[in-house]
């Protein structure tokens, strides 16, 4: 049974865990001071050697990825560390930087130093002003106690870090969307070739890497390699936070090795709500293929997780018991892609517009003959044709539910989801139905 | 495939050549060729949108999908796991490439993007200006599906935007594919439309709050496009670009939109006439009426682009001002001039010949060109004064021009051939400007310029008072220069300076493949060209004179100045004469020293010459229109060769109409020296400038044989180049500048690329994107002249005055700069004076109106 490993979580629980004091007292900053007294080359190889693989989705391995910058060549190259987080399900780097910020700031100062960046930026999504707020003061009193600035504790290492709000749009998160939106122009992906590390923002060499890798660097330093691949499976090493949603009796963030079940994490959890059952789930996000009750025991790991049919993504797992209607959720996911999508490329742009309207349709009861393999070949026609993976991502559900559920699209030829699935059963609260905008316009700001 | 080379041959291999197989057919293209252009090669044309060749990929649009498969570490070919953007993917070594043809995965990729570019496309073709023409129509057919399975609700706009007076936007056509976006940031660097919103509430546009449905956002950092000094949302110069490389109707110009169907359309490749470029263009006709005209395809000149005045000023050819019959004039007895009236060819040339023999015999003829002509006319028109009229008085420079500068373009112009080229100017390390603004008189050297700029390889200095918008966007560096003092700074870098920016400027001069560029300006800084030509010697840097008229540079070089005959030789050279004479099969040329445009006319008024052969001469681009009028009227006789009426009309004893650009062939020569012949365009009655000069030429008893242009064209060839003596390089001095008192400032002017010109009229729509005429003057005047930044400046000399609104401007004090031929701002007809003239500045008292 694996239990538990609360590293980024650790204090969460204290009574003032983002302050200053809490977390020098912790023994905060000494990772840093650790890491000034190494040579960069070690401490890239350290992480190397730790295996861990980015936290932000894709699962790339960290070292390597800092190993792809150029040798210096005398001019500037950045840290960017993108805490845009949007995935529908995500909720890791928000309350990491929440509860814990200076956990963040200390790891983006070992992995300037060890990247040979002096200037780094934190493009943390706009919305959440509270968390903004909150990083702007820890990194002003890491100003102030001399973890950050010049001549970093007698080093000789400087380091400005750069706290910017995004505008509020999930293709921000995309790492060169984020970068043009750093630079102040429209957040659309870029064209790759060039990558960051050889032109990134400012058409500098530039390290992308989510909230939680970065947090995760301080430990390994501190920990070394071997403590840090004692955790997880052979190629996913280390701990993560999975986030658990839905109908589960315990919602919330929980920290465990890379491989845990979602069995495993349900038990943790109190299981599924009282009285219910699991129907279907995300492992890694709304852009991940969902799971039914039978992957229950799939270890969460990148390797495993794809071997399934999925993606383990962000580790969002967003559960949902029998009383949830696969086609409403599904249409729910869709509108935030077609929401979402930048509108950069024919296929997610226009794929997204169309997919939406078609499970509205489904929806409410009034499908068409061949709509649902329309929805199936619409999906096939935007994954892999689209510029960036948010298109890819808005297929995931679709294509997955499809196959697991087709008999509830068929439904939806003649009955609405309402009917079959009464929205009220799903809710965790009392069920409000929506007025008519017409009835509603009066009393909203009354 | 047939004749394919045994694999096992060795095969020289050039480093730079990359083998790639497409659609099983092997093929070698250089490095960093893009997989679209290598298929394009063998004839395989994979279906694009955003894909243009002259902007920088995106890869946007999806459309142009291909299955890629790469050799790995071992050689292995290995498929790629998704289609790749064929657009956006350079080749490499040993790259198999499955396009639609060879690959189900491509083609369907294919369908599936087309599909979805057409779910939310209006299909209104029947009513599209581009149906017929459209890349999205052929494709759809070529690529597509035949029918949609899209059967929910499309997305709707409100349309047509008005992007500025001439382009409009449709916001349902438009299939986002950034070419037009694309073009105004890499090319024309006026990004004057943007992306905005996203998904597929995307669209194109100027972010105009109240066409987004946005709150108005205050200061914030994000606003409506640029504005320019009026408050006018600012246009472009180059916009109609946008519309033609548009790949569906989105962008339509309102000179355009609903005209005529492509496939009505008559096409004629032509040269435009609009500056000194020559730039290809297209001319779309339907039943003998010009509808548009296109930019043409030529990778030499113009590339892909032209300017809006080429593309959209066309009505001025057959405006309804347009003369179709020959005219006479009557005068009474006293000379007294009476009314015109219609001739026949016949009497109008007997009258014309008549009169001009007994003005040559009683004092002289001169003759006035213009600067508009073909390589045909220019020569006519030399050949018509030295032969029939036995004169060296000819000049086509309708515009301020000195001696110094006849010496200067017969010595560094004249007989030069093509040396400084387009292909030059993207290439120079270092670009000085003197006197010479490219986007307001250049045209499309300025988009050659910045194409250098933008790719990192040029460097640009401009010898100007202040830095204009165009001098911006090449990033270039302003040496801050008063008018009058060009001559002054050019020699201070001739000669060495200790002043910093000054010796770096000349060291970069120095540079193989610096360039100087000078403009028709210099010919009123005395002194000027002179040092030029003494920097260019010191530097090694090659010079470029680049006038604004597509006629200077054949005048130049076909002899209709007065010290030049063709090919750049002198008339003072008895040689030169003899080679010329024995071309023409007579026995001499006149001797005599030639007068220059204002000499001819002080001599008209003077009546020291008694006649005048004008071609299209506007009298208020001369250097004293007044005084050009009054000696026009004291002229015995005056034969005006015209395409529309015009102030000379009203002074002509004869006037011979002649034919427009569209309704006659022949050849232009543009700055570099690059013939640029074009075919007619429109049947038409009327004639060339050489023909109507040939007959009467004959009617004065000599034989031009300018009767056909290209037998004309022999003549001149065979005239072969001029190996004797050039003229003699100006040493003109420079004038001390003139002291500004006290509520006068020295005047610095041009000439915008978009002006009161009467070849843009009839254009409306293009009229309302050219810039405002405002003043320009620093702050300091501003002050001292009592005008506040807006306000409106009075500036004035004894011949009358201009008021227009101030625009405070980084700028030497004392300086007032006016556009020089605006709305509202005719300097020399209203000021009477050039730049570098003392003027007087106040404030003004009109509030000027902005017109719609
Ligand atoms: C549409 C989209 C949204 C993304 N959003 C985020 C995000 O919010 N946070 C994040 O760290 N990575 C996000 N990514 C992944 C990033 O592009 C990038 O892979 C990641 O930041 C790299 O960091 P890592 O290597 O540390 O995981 C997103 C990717 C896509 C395609
Ligand atoms: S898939 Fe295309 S439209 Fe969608 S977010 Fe990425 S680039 Fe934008
Ligand atoms: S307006 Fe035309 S050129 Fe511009 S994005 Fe739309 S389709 Fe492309
Ligand atoms: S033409 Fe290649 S993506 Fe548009």
């Given amino acids: 049974m694996t239990s538990l490993t609360p590293i980024l979580t650790r204090s969460w629980g204290d009574e003032t865990p983002w302050k200053l004091e809490s977390y020098e007292k912790a023994g905060g900053y000494e990772g840093l001071k650790k890491a000034l007294g190494q040579s960069q080359a070690d401490l890239v190889q350290l992480v190397k050697d730790s295996g861990l693989r980015g936290r932000g989705g894709a699962g790339f391995p960290t070292g390597m990825k800092w190993g792809f910058l150029p040798a210096p060549d005398g001019g500037p190259r950045y840290l960017v560390v993108n805490a845009d987080e949007s995935e529908p399900g995500t909720c890791k780097d928000i309350p990491l930087m929440m509860a814990d910020p200076h956990l963040l700031v200390e790891g983006v100062a070992i992995t300037s130093y060890a990247i040979g960046s002096h200037h780094a930026f934190i493009y943390i999504r706009g919305e959440v002003v509270h968390v903004y707020r909150r990083l702007l003061k820890a990194v002003a009193d890491a100003y102030a106690a001399g973890h950050l600035g010049k001549n970093i504790h007698g080093s000789g290492f400087d380091l400005d870090v750069t706290v910017h709000a995004g505008a509020g749009a999930y293709i921000c998160g995309e790492e060169t969307a984020l970068l043009d939106s750093l630079e102040g122009r429209r957040g659309q992906p870029r064209l790759k070739p060039p990558f960051p590390a050889v032109a990134g923002l400012y058409a500098r060499p530039t390290v992308v890497n989510n909230v939680e890798s970065i947090a995760s660097v301080p430990a390994i330093v501190r920990g070394g390699a071997d403590w840090f691949t004692s955790m997880g499976t052979e190629r996913s090493t280390g701990h993560g936070i999975f986030s658990l949603s839905g109908h589960v009796t315990r919602p919330g963030q929980y920290e465990a090795p890379l491989g845990i079940t979602l069995r495993e994490l349900l038990e943790m959890a109190g299981g599924i709500r009282e009285g219910h059952e699991l129907k279907f789930w995300t492992p890694g996000g709304s852009s991940t293929p969902i799971f039914t009750a039978e992957h229950l025991d799939v270890p969460l790991d990148y390797e495993s997780v794809g071997a399934a049919g999925s993606m383990l993504g962000t580790r969002a797992l967003q559960i949902f018991d029998e009383t949830t209607s696969v086609v409403r959720a599904v249409s729910r996911w869709t509108d935030f892609y077609a929401h979402e999508s930048c509108g950069k490329c024919t296929p997610c742009r226009e794929g997204t517009y169309w997919l939406k309207q078609i499970l509205h349709r489904l929806e409410h009861g009034k499908g068409e003959a061949g709509d649902i393999e329309k929805l199936v070949d619409i999906c096939d026609n935007i994954l892999g044709r689209a510029f960036c993976a948010l298109g890819d991502g808005a297929t995931s559900s679709i294509t997955s539910a499809v196959q697991l559920f087709r008999e509830e699209f068929e439904a939806g030829m003649t009955q609405p989801a309402s009917e079959l699935f009464p929205p009220e059963r799903s809710a965790l609260f009392d069920y409000t139905p929506r007025r008519s905008a017409g009835a509603a316009a009066g009393a909203v700001h009354a | 495939m047939t004749t394919t080379t045994d694999s096992q041959t060795p095969v020289a291999v050039d480093p730079n050549l990359v083998t790639v197989t497409i659609d099983g057919i092997e093929t070698a293209v250089p490095k960093g060729t893009l997989i679209i252009r290598a298929a394009e090669e063998i004839g395989i044309a994979i279906p694009r949108f955003c894909d243009h060749p002259l902007l920088k990929p995106v890869g946007a649009c999806r459309q142009c999908l291909v299955d890629v498969a790469m050799p790995d570490r071992e050689g292995n070919v290995r498929p790629m796991p998704k289609p790749q953007p064929s657009c956006a993917m350079e080749v490499s070594p040993g790259m198999v490439v499955h396009t639609q043809k060879t690959s189900a995965v491509a083609a369907k990729a294919q369908h599936g993007v087309m599909e979805l570019l057409l779910i939310n496309h209006p299909l209104d073709c029947p009513t599209c200006d581009k149906g017929g023409e459209c890349p999205l129509q052929n494709q759809a057919l070529s690529d597509g599906r035949a029918t949609s399975r899209f059967t929910d609700v499309k997305r709707t706009f409100a349309k047509p935007l008005k992007i500025s007076t001439q382009i409009l936007l449709d916001r349902e056509r438009c299939i986002l594919c950034q070419r037009c976006t694309r073009f105004s940031k890499e090319i024309a660097g006026d990004q004057f439309i943007d992306l905005q919103k996203r998904g597929a509430s995307q669209q194109i546009g100027r972010f105009d709050e109240d066409v987004l449905g946005f709150a108005p956002l205050g200061d914030a950092t994000v606003g409506p496009a640029a504005e320019d000094e009026s408050g006018r949302a600012f246009a472009s110069y180059w916009s109609g670009n946008t519309v033609q490389i548009c790949p569906v109707g989105a962008l339509t110009s309102a000179a355009y939109r609903f005209r005529s169907r492509p496939f009505d359309l008559v096409s004629t ?462 040493a003109t001095e420079a004038v001390a500048p003139a002291a500004v008192a006290p509520g006068t400032a020295v005047l610095a002017s041009w000439h915008l690329q978009l002006d009161a010109g009467r070849g843009q009229d009839g254009e409306p729509f293009l009229a309302g994107t050219a810039r405002k005429a405002v003043a320009r003057l620093s702050a300091a005047t501003a002050e001292a002249a009592g005008v506040a930044d807006g306000g409106v400046l009075r500036v004035s000399t004894g011949a009358g005055r201009i008021e227009l609104p101030a625009v405070v401007t980084d700028m030497p004090d004392h300086v007032v700069w006016l556009p020089t031929n605006s709305p509202g701002s005719a300097v020399r007809a209203a000021l009477g004076v050039l730049p570098g003239a003392v003027v007087q500045i106040t404030a003004g008292t009109v509030t000027t109106t902005e017109e719609a």
């Fill in chain 2, 269 to 730: 490749e032509a040269v435009a006439e609009h500056d000194a470029n020559g730039s290809a263009i297209r001319i779309d006709h339907r039943r003998g009426t010009v509808m548009r005209r296109l930019a043409g395809d030529d990778p030499v000149v113009n590339e892909e682009w032209i300017s809006d005045k080429d593309r959209f000023a066309f009505h001025w050819q057959t405006a309804p001002d347009r003369l179709t019959h020959p005219l006479v004039r009557d005068r009474a007895e006293d000379g007294t001039r009476g009314e015109l009236r219609t001739a026949s060819w016949a009497e109008a040339l007997e009258v014309a010949a008549t009169a001009l023999a007994a003005a040559r015999d009683a004092g002289g003829v001169g003759v006035l060109p213009g600067g508009r002509l073909t390589i045909e006319d220019a020569y006519a028109y030399g050949k018509l004064a030295r032969t029939a009229l036995g004169t060296n008085d000819i000049d086509h420079r309708a515009r301020p021009a000195s001696a110094e500068e006849e010496s200067f373009l017969g010595h560094a112009v004249a007989g030069h051939g093509i040396d400084v080229t387009f292909g030059d100017l993207e290439k120079a390390p270092a670009v000085l400007l003197v006197g010479f603004e490219p986007e307001e008189e250049g045209g499309i050297v300025f988009l050659r310029l910045r194409k250098g700029t933008q790719a990192g390889r040029t460097r640009v200095w401009s010898l100007a008072p202040f830095a204009t918008r165009g001098l911006e966007r090449l990033d270039g560096t302003l040496v801050p220069t008063a008018p009058g003092l060009e001559s002054e700074v050019v020699d201070a870098l001739a000669t060495g300076t200790d002043e910093p920016s000054l010796a770096a400027l000349r060291e970069a001069l120095g540079a193989q493949g610096a360039l100087v560029l000078v403009g028709e300006r210099l010919a009123s800084v005395p002194g000027s060209l002179s040092a030029v030509l003494r920097l260019t010697a010191a530097t090694g840097a090659r010079l470029a004179w680049i006038p604004r008229r597509i006629g200077e540079r054949a005048g130049v070089e076909m002899g209709t100045l007065p010290g030049l005959l063709p090919g750049g030789r002198p008339v003072s050279d008895a040689a030169a004469r003899v080679d010329i004479a024995a071309a023409w099969d007579v026995t001499e040329l006149p001797t005599a020293p030639g007068r220059d445009t204002d000499g001819i006319l002080a001599a008209l008024a003077a009546r020291e010459l008694r006649g005048v052969v004008v071609g299209g001469v506007e009298l208020g681009d001369l250097t004293d229109p007044v005084a050009a009028r009054a000696a026009l009227e004291a002229a015995d006789v005056v034969v005006s060769l015209e395409v529309r009426a015009s102030e000379v009309t009203d002074l002509a004893d004869v006037v011979l109409p002649v034919a427009p650009p569209a309704e006659k062939s022949g050849s232009y020569l543009n700055w570099e020296g690059r013939v640029r012949a074009f075919r007619q365009a429109l049947e038409s009655h009327a004639l060339p400038d050489h023909r109507v000069l040939d007959e009467l030429a004959r009617h004065l008893g000599t034989d031009l044989g300018a009767r056909d242009g290209n037998v004309l064209r022999k003549e001149i060839d065979q005239l072969g180049a001029w190996d004797g003596e050039r003229v003699a390089a100006p």
